[in-house]
Each structure stands twice: as structure tokens, then as C-alpha cells.
């Protein structure tokens, strides 16, 4: 089922120490994935993408894990910075099937302890 | 480093009032989008828009909502009767089409829509 609600769940991590944030996505017919980074009064941020024919991405200090067989899409943040303190959404695309559209999920709160 | 960009940033409404979001898409893009955000919640995909029409509308997007390219660089979300429950948070997307291909999607910094 979809999450809405006021309430993020919220990762703490210690400054240095590596991050995972989980996603489940709901639709086998998606077959491109990004992960953005939305801090307070900004916009999404783009951080990294990842196409149903792979498994693995890796960016600077991030790395996306695909497993299509149960749906479900992690980021991997290294050495976690105070300034990765954000909430990640993951976000999921049919293609132009149906018009490009993201459906995004409810989101990760992370916060970094200095 | 281009960005999408938007205005205003915030915008104060009686309800009943008609609105006008405007962004400022990347330039060589070729896809447009409207999204939203109600406080607390999910980011909500309103509409798509491509070769100046609309590719596909959510069920949010009823007819108290419409899009427009004016020109070679503007795109707008207009809200012809606001209601209260259009307060929100409105992002504006644009992305690079290249045939069959997703794109990554570059998000505005928002409108933050408040309906009184």
C-alpha cells in the first residue's frame, strides 16, 4: 500500500559512517528508477538513476541496488556528510507509455549526527 | 549549470481566485511536467506535457487546471478556481527527450501555493 502521512520514517546515522535507504516500488512495468534528495524548501535533487536491465549503479559516495524481483530499490550513501541531512524519495517510471510520469515514494528522513 | 526555474516562490490566494504558476523550463528540453506536494506528503505527479499538448494528466488534474507553453521558454500551471485543498507546493519539471529513452526529470525549486 501507498505511505502518506505527516510522519517520515527517519534514518540517524553518524557523520562518516555509510547510509542505506530502502524503497519498495509498486509496478513491474516500471523500468527506470531514480532516487532525488529534497531538502527543506528546495526542490527534488536529482542524485542517481538506475534502468530495470541492471542491477547495480554506483555514483560519487552513492551506489543504487536494483532486485526487480521483489520490487525493491536501496540507496547506499558513503561516509555520510552533514550536508546529506535531507529526505530521499525514490521514484519510479513507466516510460512514455505513460507520459514520462514519476510516481514517487513517501520518503526517507535522514539525518546526520555530527 | 542550467536549472529549472520558477516563480514566484510563494504566492497567497483568496479561494475562488485564479493563479498562475510560471516556470522557466531547461532550455534544450523537450518534456514538461507539473507536480505537487501537500505538506507532509508524497510528491504528486499533476500533468505531462510534450510537443504542446498534454502526453497524460492525473486524476488531480481535472478541469479546474490547464497548461500552456506561451512562448519558446515559459510554461505555466494555471488554477482557474482555487480551493483550499489546492494549497500545496508545485514543482515544475522539465527533462530531455531522446526517442523511446526515459530522461532524468530536473525539478524547479517551487511554488509554494497557499489558498485562504
Known amino acids: 500500500g501507498e505511505s502518506v502521512g505527516l510522519h517520515l520514517p527517519t534514518l540517524s546515522v553518524q557523520e562518516g559512517d555509510n547510509s542505506i535507504i530502502n524503497c519498495a516500488y509498486s509496478?513491474?512495468?516500471?523500468?527506470?528508477f531514480i532516487w532525488y534528495k529534497q531538502e527543506s524548501g528546495k526542490g527534488p535533487q536529482f542524485i542517481i538513476d538506475i534502468r530495470s536491465n541492471m542491477d547495480k549503479r554506483q555514483g560519487q559516495r552513492v551506489t543504487v541496488l536494483l532486485n526487480k524481483t521483489v520490487k525493491h530499490l536501496s540507496l547506499q550513501i558513503a561516509a555520510t556528510q552533514p550536508g546529506d541531512s535531507a529526505v530521499y524519495f525514490c521514484a519510479e517510471n513507466q516510460g512514455s507509455a505513460a507520459g514520462n510520469k514519476l510516481t514517487f515514494g513517501g520518503g526517507t528522513r535522514v539525518l546526520v549526527k555530527p | 549549470e542550467p536549472e529549472v526555474t520558477q516563480t514566484p516562490s510563494h504566492q497567497v490566494t483568496q479561494m475562488g481566485q485564479e493563479v498562475i504558476l510560471r516556470c522557466v523550463p531547461i532550455?534544450?528540453?523537450?518534456?514538461f511536467y507539473w507536480y505537487r506536494q501537500i505538506l507532509g506528503q508524497k510528491v504528486e505527479f499533476l500533468v505531462s506535457?510534450?510537443?504542446?499538448?498534454?502526453?497524460?494528466k492525473s486524476e488531480i488534474f481535472d478541469d479546474q487546471f490547464s497548461v500552456e507553453r506561451p512562448d519558446g521558454s515559459n510554461f505555466t500551471l494555471k488554477i482557474r478556481s482555487t480551493k483550499l485543498e489546492d494549497s500545496a507546493m508545485y514543482f515544475c519539471?522539465?527533462?530531455?527527450?531522446?526517442?523511446?529513452?526515459?530522461?532524468?526529470?530536473?525539478f524547479g525549486p517551487g511554488t509554494r501555493l497557499l489558498v485562504l
Open positions: 532550455s534544450n528540453h523537450l518534456y
Open positions: 509496478n513491474s512495468a516500471s523500468d527506470y
Open positions: 519539471a522539465s527533462s530531455l527527450r531522446t526517442s523511446g529513452r526515459q530522461e532524468t526529470q530536473y
Open positions: 506535457f510534450y510537443n504542446n499538448e498534454i502526453s497524460e
